[in-house]
Every structure is written in C-alpha cells, then in structure tokens.
C-alpha cells in the first residue's frame, strides 16, 4: 500500500473507530498469499489469483477467461448492520468496460455495483436493481468502493454507498442513500465482479466491520 493510499483509509476509518459500535471483522491486503495461485477464500463464482503489481504490492485478481459474475465471500457471517470498503481497478478495452462491487449479507442482501458501461452507480437487494445513480468512472484508476448498513429503530435498514477515484478526497455525502423495510439479513460481505473489457479486475486493502447498534433516524427513501 503506498503513502496516498495509508492516508486516504485513515481518514475514512479514523472516524469509525472513535465509535463503539463498530468491530473490525476482516481485513486482508494479500500480501500474505503466494502469487499465481488461487487464494484459501471462499470463491463461489469465477477465478480468482493473487498478482504483484510491479514494486511487489499483492492483489487479488478476477480472471478474464469466464463472462461471469465472479464472486469471492470474506469473514463471517453478519446478522447485525455492517460496512465493506475495498480498493478496486478495472481497465476499459475499446467499448468495453468491466463491472464490479461489493456486498454485505449474503446473495441475498445488498450489492453496491459500479457500471461504467451505463455510466452508473447501483444498489442492489439480491439480484434487482433497486436504485441507480450517474457516475463518472476512470478506467484503470483505483477507486475506492464503500458499503454501509446500518440498522434503524423500526426495524429497516438505511443503505448507503460510496465510490470515489483514490487520487481524489474522500466524499463527505454518499452516492446511495437508501431506507429498506424491516426484516432480517445474514451472510457474509463479498467482491465480485465480471470481466466484459477481457481485461482482469483487481482488488486490494479489502476491510469488513460490524454495526451492533442500530442508527438514531432514518433517512427518507429516495
């Protein structure tokens, strides 16, 4: 991890651990992992394999063979809110561009997903699209991809996403915002993507914390 990218988490974390609530339940930068092999995680689509980077940095890495939504699940399975932040780097190869997330709770829970192809950023709840907002995306820059949820008072959940390029600030208002009905959700956080430009997706400084308490208002549905 180089010195723009130790700054840019700290200050996005620092906050969340001044708060009680959260816990750390995974992280993982890869550096442990041998290259060229795949990864000991729980892969349920695709291929993945840990890479170097030239200066050595480890990453995870979908493979470009397979059209699929590769799918790889972290840590342990949360019933309480949570949050996932990832580092993510896709290429774009002519008209084509890859497509890729992050998850929390399971296939069934919610999906934050960037789609350069349709200029968009979207949140999904299983597989429908529940809401969409524009995005500009930067081919073969890291972004880094955020997804928080968060227990309310009635039951429901308030959603929020984030994505932003690492060389710029991280954003004080989120893309997504988003009040979900009351009801119960379990599984574990995810990244995942699908390599439509034939070109690999990448992943690093991947970290997963829970929420135990719920929030103190919600916030209107969009």
Do not use: C
């Amino acid at each position: 991890m180089n010195s723009l990218t130790l700054r840019l988490l700290l200050a996005l974390l620092l906050p969340l651990a001044a708060t009680a609530q959260e816990k750390l339940l995974f992280t993982e930068d890869f550096t442990a992992f041998p290259t060229s092999q795949e990864p000991d995680l729980f892969i349920l689509a695709g291929t993945f394999t840990v890479e170097a980077e030239d200066g050595g940095n480890h990453v995870l890495q979908i493979a470009t063979g397979e059209l699929v939504d590769a799918t790889v699940q972290l840590g342990d399975s949360l019933k309480t809110g949570g949050e996932i932040v990832a580092r993510v780097k896709g290429v774009q190869q002519r008209r084509s561009f890859p497509r890729f997330g992050v998850g929390l709770h399971g296939k069934a829970g919610f999906q934050l997903r960037v789609s350069p192809a349709a200029r968009a950023v979207e949140l999904l709840k299983g597989e429908e699209v529940i809401q969409t907002v524009p995005f500009s995306w930067a081919a073969g820059q890291w972004h880094l991809v955020r997804l928080r949820v968060a227990a309310i008072p009635n039951g429901g959940w308030s959603v929020s996403g984030w994505v932003w390029p690492e060389a710029a600030h991280a954003p004080t208002q989120a893309l997504i915002d988003y009040i979900s009905e009351p009801g119960p959700l379990q599984g574990k956080a995810s990244l995942f993507g699908t390599p439509f430009s034939g070109q690999p997706i990448q992943f690093d400084d991947v970290r997963v914390t829970t929420l135990d308490s719920p929030q103190n208002a919600a916030k209107p549905q969009s």
